[in-house]
C-alpha cells in the first residue's frame, strides 16, 4: 500500500499480480469508508487525485450540512467478493497494526490460497453457512482439525472486516461453526534427548542456530521474540531481557541465566540487532531450514521450534514450580496458557506423594 500525500485519503493497492489499483479511505461520519476509484494505468495519477479530491469535497460539503440528507457514499455499489475482501483486510488491517505486517499477509495469502482459492471470486452473500461446513469437514479429513479450525477462523474474521471496514451488513457465514476438538501439544525434551541436542549444538557450525537453540532453551522465549532481539534491551547488570513486544501485548522481563549472558556477551556488535541480517527487517526472522536439519542429524524429527519454548515450561513444572510462576517466566497473559503445564504439576506432587507414603509405611514397619 502506498499513499499519495498531497491529497488526503488517496492510495495505491499493489496486488501480488502486479495489478495496481488507486482507492480512496477516509473515516466518514466516525465510520471507516473504503472506495475503489479505478485501476492504473486505465487511470492516471492526475485523474485519480481529481477523483480524490472531488470526494473530499463531497464530505466537506455533507460535513458542513451537519451530516443532513444521505450520506454521498450511500448509492448501491457492487457487492465485493471474498478476495477483495481478503486484499483489504492485508493492506488495511494487517499493514497497519501486525508486528510483523509482511509476515502476517504473506501467511493469510498463503492460507486463502491453498484451501479457499475456489471461492476467490464469490460474492460475500453467496457463501453459506452450510458452505463453511462442508470446507470445514474436507480440510479436516484431509489436512487435520486444527488446520481446519483455522481456515474458519480466518473467514470468520475477512466477514468481521467486511462489516466494519466495507459496511457490509450481511450474515456471517462461518460465525457460530462448531470447531473441531483440539489436543494441546505436549511434546517437550526429554532428559535423553537433551543430552543428544546439546551435544548436536556444541558441533554445530552455524553460528546463528546454535545461538539462538541455547537461547530459546534456557530465555523459554518464542522464536520471533528471541531473533528480534535488541541490545538496548538486554541489561547486563541485572541480567535481564526485556521482551517489549510479545505476542500477547504486554511486555515482560526474562531473567537471563549465565549460559545466556555467555553467548550474548560472544555475539556483540555494530547492528542493533543480536541476530542481524540484510532483510528487510534488519534481523533474523527464522531458522526453520537450519533446524530441520540439526533434528534429523539427531534423530528428532517430530521435534519442532516451539518445543524449545515448552520445554522450559515443561521442566519448572517437573520440578514442582507453581503453575503462576510458570506463566509468569513465559510471560503468559491467562492462565489458560499454562494449563498444558497442569499435568506435569500433578505428576510432580503424585510422585512427591509416593515417596511420602513410602516413608510412612517405612516407619510403620
Known amino acids: 500500500m502506498c499513499l499519495d500525500t498531497r491529497v488526503s485519503g488517496l492510495g495505491v493497492i499493489v496486488q501480488p499480480t502486479g495489478r495496481r489499483s488507486f482507492y480512496w479511505f477516509r ?50 455499489e457492487r457487492e465485493p467478493t471474498l478476495g477483495e475482501i481478503l486484499e483489504d483486510y492485508c493492506v488495511v488491517r494487517l499493514s497497519g497494526h501486525s508486528k510483523n505486517p509482511e509476515g502476517a499477509c504473506a501467511r493469510v495469502r498463503w492460507s486463502f490460497k491453498k484451501y479457499v482459492e ?68 505436549e511434546r517437550f525434551i526429554q532428559p535423553d534427548e537433551m543430552v543428544a541436542l546439546l ?16 537461547l530459546a532453551l534456557f530465555t523459554g522465549a518464542r522464536m520471533s521474540d528471541v531473533l528480534s532481539m535488541r541490545w538496548p534491551d538486554v541489561w547486563y547488570v541485572n541480567a535481564e531481557w526485556i521482551i517489549p513486544n510479545p505476542k500477547a501485548k504486554k511486555p515482560y522481563t526474562v531473567p537471563l541465566m549465565e549460559e545466556a549472558i555467555e553467548i550474548l556477551r560472544d555475539r556483540v556488535g555494530t547492528s542493533e540487532w543480536v541476530f542481524p541480517s540484510s532483510g528487510k527487517t534488519g534481523h533474523l526472522v527464522t531458522v526453520k531450514r537450519s533446524w530441520h536439519e540439526l533434528r534429523k542429524r539427531i534423530g528428532l524429527t517430530d521435534l519442532r521450534v516451539h518445543d524449545l519454548r515448552r520445554t522450559m515450561g515443561s521442566w519448572q513444572a517437573n520440578e514442582g514450580i507453581s503453575l503462576p510462576v510458570i506463566g509468569a517466566t513465559l510471560g503468559h497473559r491467562s492462565h489458560a496458557s499454562t494449563e498444558v503445564y497442569a499435568r506435569l504439576l500433578t505428576d510432580t506432587v503424585r510422585d512427591a506423594m509416593k515417596r511420602a507414603t513410602q516413608k510412612m509405611l517405612a516407619a510403620k514397619t
Open 118 to 185: 475456489p471461492w476467490r471470486n464469490k460474492r460475500l452473500s453467496s457463501v453459506k453457512r452450510t458452505h463453511v461446513y462442508d470446507l470445514r469437514d474436507s480440510i479436516g479429513k484431509k489436512h487435520g482439525h486444527v488446520t481446519a479450525n483455522r481456515v474458519v477462523t480466518m473467514l470468520r474474521t475477512l466477514y468481521n472486516w467486511a462489516a466494519k471496514a466495507r459496511g457490509w451488513k450481511g450474515d456471517n457465514p462461518a460465525s457460530r461453526i462448531e470447531p473441531f476438538p483440539e489436543k494441546s501439544r
Open 27 to 76: 473515516k466518514v461520519h466516525g465510520r471507516p469508508t473504503w472506495k475503489t476509484i479505478g485501476d492504473f494505468p486505465d487511470l492516471t495519477i492526475e485523474q485519480a487525485r481529481a477523483r480524490a479530491s472531488q470526494m473530499n469535497a463531497e464530505i466537506a460539503d455533507w460535513k458542513s450540512r451537519r451530516y443532513e440528507g444521505p450520506s454521498p457514499f450511500e448509492q448501491p
Open 199 to 214: 551435544a548436536a549444538v556444541r558441533d554445530e557450525p552455524n553460528r546463528d542456530l546454535r545461538d539462538f537453540v541455547v
